[in-house]
């Protein structure tokens, strides 16, 4: 496989005005393992296999459990998850899959009942960053596998 373009040399400010956000997220307390779970759903959700390895290889460096990646798709059904981190995926879902029922009553009420509004907004933050990592990769031809996790926390 071959990258289609590569938007960092075209348009080097689309990546800047990208990781300025990433750094906005990174100062705002959210819990970083957290955080690289957000980036792997959503990514399984929007079929991003650049990020898809590039997270779960960070993920594994900060010393996320094999078993927890392997199972976060079916995070549901699997009791490896704190109640914070269920709302903070269900939350990822709804926001990634906007289109299918936006972010019922019930769903905001339950995060909330882990994070605060401050939190709130840092996980949407979170979640529309990754979201639109996804959609540059994807629609740029992004190709996995090179990545080599430089995080260690």
């Known amino acids: 496989m071959e990258i289609r373009l590569d938007y960092m040399k075209v ?3 689309s990546l800047q005005t990208l990781l300025k956000l990433e750094e906005y997220v990174k100062k705002s307390g959210l819990d970083h393992k957290l955080w690289e779970l957000i980036k792997i759903r959503a990514s399984q959700i929007n079929g991003c296999a650049f990020c898809l390895d590039m997270h779960t290889k960070d993920a594994r460096a900060m ?3 094999e078993q927890r990646l392997y199972l976060l798709n079916a995070w549901r059904e699997a009791p490896f998850y704190t109640e914070s981190e269920r709302a903070a995926l ?3 879902e709804a926001v990634t899959r906007i289109s299918d029922g936006g972010v019922p009553q019930e769903l905001y009420e339950q995060v909330r009942r882990h994070f605060d509004e401050e939190q709130f907004v840092d996980l949407l933050m979170a979640i529309n960053g990754i979201n639109s990592w996804n959609r540059m990769a994807i629609s740029t031809g992004m190709v996995p596998g090179e990545y080599q996790p430089t995080v260690r926390k």
């Open 11 to 13: 348009r080097p400010q």
């Open 63 to 65: 010393g996320e459990t």
């Open 90 to 92: 269900a939350l990822t």
